[in-house]
């Protein structure tokens, strides 16, 4: 007699569920469900016992469901999940159907391809929002940086007295001012900034820090320039330990006014420098995706073959066998 393939992946299929069902229902095989059992005709030994078990069974069912039927991966002899071939490829050998085989690697082919170009897309992205960042950065700098250059040209243009005249002292010594900011800074005690007086016609301010369980660390002292960017004294905005160098913090906090112009110019350029190189990113175009779009309909009628070869086996299931009983001539 000769091999019918189909006949024999109907009967795996049969042997197949078969199995699953004694296994759920936790109990030995009858006579009639052990002669089913035996028409299983797949590889045999370990590789068939494995693949009739309701754990893989059912991982390939979840697999298929969510999607990730080419990522689990099985060693030939070992079913190990991280290497090998994986499930569907098992499956497909199993079955016999190499156009399951075939579907199975392509499905795991535009897997890959579709990861590539996920990150292409990814970085595509990334480069188009760096761009619009870099441009709000180009104008914030421009912006602090024309501030800088006017208070620059104020201080330098001023022809007044270049000295620190606080509120509460109109008339007094270096020295007693310097007193007086000590006093100040160490009685203060406000998050809010606070005029104290002025220096060549620009506010003086005070601000108390705290940390952030709200305890007081120290007041900082500042300058105001004419755009409302605040000059702070020294590195920390403490005030020097010298009442006299006390007194003249106005004029350290303004002599950085050349060094801070320079910093923003370099922020600036540096953000122009960038925004070809990000450009260029966003212009890129994929080159695998010809390949890609190839590979999908090669599956996509891959798949329409495997359905109609699925729909036949369950046409030629679905007739009832004919025993030779039925042609046996009635007794006379």
Known sequence: MSYNKLKSLVANVEAIETAMKIQVQG?????????????????????????????????????????????????????????GMNFAEFVAILSGNTDLLN??????????????????????????????ASREDIEKAKRTKDCFIKDLEYITSYEGTKATMLLNLPQATAEEIGRELHRISKTYRSGAYATIGTYAGLDLLVRSEYNITGVFERNMFFVAGLGGLKYQCGLSGALPLGFVDASRYPQGALSK????????????????????????????????????????????????????????????????ETTSAEYEPKAA
């Open 27 to 83: 109990r030995q095989a009858t006579a009639e469900e052990k002669e089913i059992l035996s028409r299983y005709s797949g590889f045999g030994g370990i590789d068939a016992y494995k693949f009739n078990l309701l754990k893989n069974k059912q991982m390939f069912i979840n697999q298929i469901n969510n999607g990730t039927i080419a990522v689990r991966r099985i060693d030939e002899g070992g079913m190990d999940e991280d290497n």
């Open 103 to 132: 579907k199975a690697k392509l499905d795991n082919k535009i897997m890959q391809l579709e990861k590539e170009q996920a990150i292409f897309k990814k970085e595509r992205i990334r480069a188009e929002r760096k761009i619009a």
């Open 257 to 320: 006014l050349p060094s801070l112009i320079e910093k923003q110019q370099k922020a600036v350029e540096r953000a122009e420098n960038e925004i070809p190189v990000l450009q260029d990113i966003v212009c890129r175009k994929w080159s695998k995706a010809d390949e890609l779009a190839k590979l999908k309909l090669e599956c996509k009628e891959l798949q329409r073959k495997i359905d109609e070869s699925l729909k036949e086996a369950e046409r030629s299931h679905s007739l009832p």
